[in-house]
């Protein structure tokens, strides 16, 4: 993939270029990816009912950057090896957490896993695996549960919340927005995760909706998770239509509105990297 994108680049499922991650011991993945450049990152990652991606001395699972994992498909867990939070999460849910988190993941599910990462910083400006053979590594055993909290359940689950270093993201704990000025034109945005490097969120449609015009001071990525989705770009007249799983990457600054032309409703995931306003013009 290039440095960076000079225009809207649809990316289809069917076409994406696929990679491996992992060894014997750290356990191995797949990878799906629509961006992988110096200013935008998203994969799909894939795991075999019962998988799990650990570490090991070659592939440590810490990094300098922001992640969130997004499930489509089967049950993920996902733990901090250093402070015993596990936490589970589940189709339409998302797991968030910041740079230097080790994190150990499993699908415990009889059906493939399959979640959306997003990174940022990306790794190619050195957060990957890079940065993560720098740090020293954790060696068992590991803590996968809080055994300083039996006794003290759920009494003590103010003082869990406020030692946290990873975060579920369900539907209550989304920042839901109403996009858009013109009456018939909002959407319904919710804003999974915000910070200086990236913001990731999720559009609903509804049948026939038509979205205003959107901008951002960063680069955008869109995920179609459910649905037929139509993305106009009016300064070049550009129309591109988008099935599920498919993918569309758009520059910086670049002027664009959302159509789903179904009667069906629709759903997209996306993120902007490094910040999202302007955002709605309308």
Request: aromatic share 10%; glycine share 10%; with cysteine.
């Amino acid at each position: 993939m290039a440095d960076a994108d000079t225009g809207p680049v649809v990316v289809r499922y069917a076409d994406l270029e696929r990679r491996t991650w992992g060894d014997e011991e750290a356990g191995r993945l797949s990878d799906w990816f629509y961006a992988d450049n110096m200013r935008l990152n998203l994969n799909i990652v894939g795991m075999a009912p019962n998988g799990a991606a650990l570490h090991s001395e070659q592939n440590r699972s810490i990094f300098g950057a922001d992640e969130l994992f997004y499930v489509l498909e089967g049950k993920m867990v996902q733990a901090n090896p250093v402070t015993g939070e596990v936490m589970v999460i589940r189709p339409g849910e998302a797991t968030f957490f910041r740079k230097d988190t080790w994190h150990h993941q499993w699908n415990y599910s009889n059906h493939q896993l399959r979640m959306l990462e997003f990174f940022q910083p990306s790794p190619k400006n050195g957060t990957g695996g890079r940065y993560a053979r720098e740090k020293e590594n954790i060696v068992p055993p590991f803590r996968h549960g809080r055994d300083d909290l039996l006794g003290r359940w759920p009494m003590a689950r103010a003082d869990a919340a406020g030692e946290q270093t990873m975060w579920v993201i369900r539907d209550d704990e989304i920042l839901w927005r109403m996009e858009g000025g013109v009456r018939g034109r909002e959407l319904l945005v919710g804003i999974m995760a915000s910070t200086e490097h990236m913001t990731v969120g999720k559009i609903e449609f509804l049948g026939a909706q038509r979205s205003c015009e959107y901008t951002h001071r960063g680069d955008k990525v869109v995920f179609v998770e459910d649905g037929n989705v139509h993305i106009e770009f009016p300064d070049t007249r550009q129309w591109v239509e988008l099935n599920a799983w498919d993918g569309c990457r758009i520059p910086e600054g670049t002027r664009h509105s959302f159509y789903n032309m179904s009667h069906e409703s629709a759903r997209c995931v996306f993120s902007v990297a490094p910040e999202y306003q302007p955002g709605c013009l309308g």
